[in-house]
């Protein structure tokens, strides 16, 4: 609520942060972070602020606080730019969202590649897996106005490369092995024993692998950059 002591205050910087947005929602590639400005304390973010729809041909929407999105420079002023875009034909972020409506892959050649020569060039795509059509092609001029397939595919390949060698590197046979490590085997003979040992071999590995997979499941449980795309090849190559 506004009144005439705050309205004074009010301004972009002050809705960036009060919008309490951390990651574009145009691209879900880079942060938009919000903080306490040098400068008094006053309240700063990286975001741009977008106008969803641009203010050159809709001047009346200017002002309005349904148009203003915050979002990465990139989206905005690189890709968007002054592009014609509405809720009609693009996904609007405060009430539509594509999140399960599409699925990062990963093109097989180039992931039978990865594997055996780690060159990183892992070539990633976007599918749109909606049912709904009119969606379908809100989404796909969302893909193609914030050019989503082309900037996932050149500027992180080596992300989901790395991702890949992670997990190649450390199998469950490998986690099996360093837990045997650290307890003593008893004889096979004394079932008991050998039975305990084995449940507590069976922790182990479970505690190595879910060390592996934190960075990553933290990642998508908190929202943050490349979310969505880590989720997608994470379940992809059946890693849970």
Not at 26 to 49: E, H, M, P, W
Not at 95 to 112: L, Q
Not at 226 to 236: C, F, G, P, R, V
Request: glycine residues 2%; aromatic residues 12%.
């Amino acid at each position: 609520r506004f009144t005439n002591d705050n309205l004074e205050k009010w301004c972009r910087n002050l809705f960036l942060y009060l919008a309490n947005i951390t990651v574009c929602p145009y691209c879900n590639r880079q942060y938009v972070t919000k903080f306490n400005g040098i400068d008094n304390g006053k309240k700063r973010s990286t975001a741009d602020l977008d106008h969803f729809y641009p203010q050159a041909q809709y001047p009346y929407l200017a002002l309005s606080l349904y148009n203003f999105i915050p979002s990465c420079h990139t989206c905005n002023s690189t890709m968007k730019n002054q592009d014609k875009i509405g809720i009609d034909t693009h996904i609007y972020p405060y009430t539509d969202s594509m999140e399960e409506d599409i699925k990062f892959s990963i093109e097989t050649d180039s992931f039978m590649d990865n594997i055996f020569t780690k060159n990183q060039n892992i070539n990633i795509d976007i599918d749109v897996i909606s049912t709904d059509i009119e969606k379908n092609k809100k989404i796909e001029n969302s893909l193609k106005t914030f050019k989503l397939r082309e900037v996932y595919k050149n500027s992180h390949s080596k992300y989901v490369g790395d991702l890949i060698h992670n997990f190649q590197k450390y199998p469950k046979s490998y986690t099996k092995a360093l837990g045997e490590i650290f307890l003593d085997k008893p004889e096979e003979t004394e079932i008991e024993d050998y039975k305990i040992y084995q449940e507590k071999l069976q922790i182990l590995n479970d505690n190595f692998q879910e060390i592996i997979k934190k960075p990553y499941m933290d990642k998508i449980e908190k929202g943050e950059p490349l979310a969505k795309l880590t989720k997608d090849i994470m379940e992809e190559l059946g890693i849970k």
